[in-house]
């Protein structure tokens, strides 16, 4: 809410999120709370919307190439005054280039952040990212190409919600026994999983065969994943 509040400034402006980026603020705010803060109206990026070209809109968006293809349509069709860009998190290269080499958007953009908040708080230390792809990309056999650049997504969404955690501790001490401890995870998920999956790869891509009644035979697979035993022995640790 502060980065809306510090964009608005006292005037009205339009919010432009995507069906991810509304996913994240509903987890965290009511839009109620969100209007309050001089939004004239809430909007979505891959809806048909009405052309305001006299107002000011800020964009609370997801970093994934059909959504800087729907930023740079309404940038090109003048959809509204300036654009106050706000990221959910870091924007790739190309995509950022492709904004950049844009005459149109750097007349049009007025302001470029990034939050840093691609994941879903569920307690004060627990979070989600909700990716549904995670769990076929790293274990089904024909997803091997994808497995690198996947790892390395989630080692960064679990480095960015730790040092959000982080700056809530005032002491030293529980700081850095918790980037410690996420430093483990970053090194599991970039290194120990690729070494490992390809153990249980194939008992995995046949548990759809099993019948809808053997939830049990999915617990036992993973309980019998050394992997699986570490991560959740230095949970209980932690």
Request: aromatic letters at 10%.
């Amino acid at each position: 809410m502060g980065i809306i509040k510090n964009i608005t400034a006292g005037d009205w402006k339009v919010l432009v999120i995507d069906e991810t980026s509304k996913k994240i603020i509903d987890n965290a705010v009511k839009e109620d709370d969100i209007l309050n803060h001089n939004i004239a109206n809430i909007e979505r990026i891959e809806e048909r919307r009405e052309t305001n070209p006299t107002m000011d809109a800020i964009y609370l968006l997801s970093p994934q190439p059909h959504i800087v293809d729907c930023l740079l349509a309404d940038i090109e069709r003048r959809r509204y005054r300036r654009c106050f860009l706000v990221w959910t998190s870091v924007l790739d290269p190309p995509l950022r280039r492709r904004l950049d080499s844009s005459p149109l958007a750097q007349q049009q953009i007025a302001g470029f952040e990034t939050l840093s908040i691609d994941y879903f708080p569920r307690e004060s230390h627990l979070v989600t990212f909700r990716d549904p792809w995670s769990f076929p990309i790293l274990y089904h056999p024909a997803c091997n190409g994808l497995v690198k650049r996947h790892m390395e997504d989630l080692a960064q969404k679990v480095w960015v919600a730790a040092l959000e955690f982080c700056t809530y501790y005032t002491d030293v001490v529980p700081k850095l026994r918790l980037l410690v401890y996420v430093c483990r995870w970053v090194n599991i998920l970039k290194y120990d999983i690729t070494a490992q999956r390809t153990q249980y790869m194939k008992p995995v891509y046949y548990v759809p065969t099993l019948p809808a009644s053997s939830l049990m035979s999915w617990t036992n697979m993973l309980n019998g994943t050394r992997i699986f035993q570490r991560q959740v022995h230095g949970l209980r640790v932690y």
